[in-house]
């Protein structure tokens, strides 16, 4: 993590701190990237409560509530996919705020997927506040590249989300 991305994450801790609010991460395709950042900020523990990275249907069903027919039906990648992650994790870390991304971060031949993408979701006491479908910048392939891209344009979008967004009461 680069000094600037880590500006961004410290300004996220005061922000929450000064709520009296936490956040939790619930990733896929980042692989534990969100958690590597979140938890890298000056007294993490003061507004980090953690997160999980689940990789395969069966732990997405099992630790994160996500209905196995459709994570079935769409591998695990969709805009529904990410927002049971975002809104799930708020309530099994016991957070104020929760991230949920999925997609993927290089290419599947052997399933079709020649496109890389991933949607993300950020909730707030649980219900989803902000959503969408990011893309990789054109011509990277680098699947390591790809989730630090997927991962500093989350982090940015939340910090955006709290410095705009009144400030919610805390649980």
Request: net charge negative; proline share 4%; aromatic share 8%.
């Amino acid at each position: 993590m680069n000094s600037k991305h880590l500006e961004t994450v410290n300004r996220i801790r005061t922000i929450l701190i000064k709520r009296q609010q936490t956040l939790a991460v619930a990733e896929s395709v980042t692989a534990g990237m969100l958690q590597v950042a979140f938890s890298s900020a000056d007294n993490a523990t003061e507004y980090f409560q953690g997160g999980i990275t689940a990789y395969n249907l069966g732990q997405k069903a099992r630790h994160l509530g996500l209905d196995p027919i459709h994570g079935q039906q769409c591998d695990c990648v969709s805009a529904e996919t990410a927002r049971a992650l975002s809104e799930n994790c708020c309530s099994i870390f016991s957070s104020h705020w929760g991230i949920g991304i999925t997609g993927y971060a290089s290419t599947v031949p052997e399933k079709g997927i020649t496109e890389l993408y991933a949607y993300y979701s950020i909730a707030a006491d649980g219900e989803e506040m902000k959503s969408a479908r990011i893309t990789p910048p054109p011509g990277e392939d680098d699947p390591v590249t790809i989730r630090y891209y997927y991962t500093n344009t989350v982090i940015a979008i939340l910090l955006d989300i709290l410095t705009n967004v009144t400030q919610k009461k805390p649980r």
